[in-house]
């Protein structure tokens, strides 16, 4: 009954905007979150904020959303925003197609408007990220951080989670503990998780989702985001093609390298109730190989990153054209 209530009380809100949805329609979004999530029909979702401060952070968004869509076709489009409570915020926002890159493989073309998405990002004044209220993450010291992955890699590969023999792998070129200190402030997205990047059946980018952690800081970490949910290769490719240099990819793939087996570990040993699944995917993508994991060969990992991106591009673009010939 608390459940058919609380349907109703959807139906209310949506329907000035949405009459001919039906209450059956309606219903709540599996996922959990800090959102209340509901899907509306087969075209809209429902998010409402639970607390004022994710409030706060959903209006931002909806501002954030609205200054990058002209930049970014891929960003969500709110219909009607508002109060569903005293307080407390709600968005309605016009569902994107695609699957989630969770399950989903990326292509050349989606990597391309990933590498898009990240120098739009770069491209956007402080002067306009200001005025949004977004906050400043200073970016993180890559020692301390190497020296807990060391202790929880440890742990793990006794467990056979893990081969603390990557850890013993010439480190990326670039990623050292002195990296942070000339790193530039751009727009994060700052949760660049698989579930949050959506991709078309073609494997392009076709929507990314759920902007309420938006902040300025270190671009590496939205790299690193990639890097767990599409694969380091990938990112590294993102990157290049977004004009990032390879220490900086380097700084990226230590973090999320490290970050990988402290999630991991405190899943297992600690508190943590994320699904194990998912870490262990997530682990996986981190740690797969890039040219930039030879120590002392930078200019030549350069050169392969840029050489995969040029033949990633040219392969899309005889797809693209051999589908234009197609059509005709």
Request: with cysteine.
């Amino acid at each position: 009954m608390r459940d058919q209530l609380h349907q109703r009380a959807v139906h209310d809100l949506v329907r000035p905007v949405l009459p001919s949805v039906a209450e059956t329609d309606i219903r709540p979004v599996d996922e959990g979150g800090e959102h209340s999530t509901w899907w509306i029909g087969g075209s809209h979702v429902l998010r409402l904020a639970l607390d004022p401060d994710t409030s706060a952070r959903q209006r931002r968004e909806v501002a954030l959303r609205d200054l990058l869509r002209p930049r970014l076709a891929a960003v969500p489009t709110s219909v009607a925003s508002g109060e569903w409570a005293p307080g407390l915020a709600y968005t309605l926002d016009a569902r994107l197609p695609g699957i989630s890159a969770e399950v989903r493989e990326v292509s050349a073309a989606g990597e391309g408007a990933l590498a898009e998405m990240l120098t739009v990002l770069r491209g956007i004044p402080a002067s306009r990220t200001g005025a949004l209220g977004l906050r400043e993450h200073a970016p993180r010291d890559i020692a301390p951080l190497r020296s807990a992955a060391v202790r929880a890699a440890e742990r793990l590969t006794a467990d056979g989670e893990f081969d603390s023999g990557l850890m013993a792998r010439d480190r990326p070129t670039g990623a050292g503990p002195d990296q942070h200190r000339a790193t530039p402030r751009v727009l994060l997205h700052n949760d660049l998780k698989g579930e949050h990047l959506l991709l078309d059946a073609a494997g392009g980018l076709s929507g990314v989702l759920d902007w309420t952690d938006a902040a300025t800081g270190d671009p590496a970490e939205d790299i690193a985001g990639l890097a767990i949910s599409i694969g380091a290769p990938a990112a590294v490719r993102v990157a290049t093609g977004a004009r990032y240099t390879a220490a900086r990819a380097a700084r990226a793939l230590a973090l999320c390298r490290y970050d990988t087996l402290l999630r991991l570990a405190d899943r297992l040993y600690g508190g943590d109730d994320s699904p194990l699944p998912l870490l262990r995917a997530q682990l996986d993508r981190a740690w797969r190989r890039t040219p930039l994991d030879v120590r002392g060969e930078s200019e030549r990992a350069v050169h392969d990153v840029q050489s995969d991106v040029a033949v990633h591009r040219v392969a899309e673009a005889l797809r693209e054209r051999a589908e234009h010939r197609e059509a005709e």
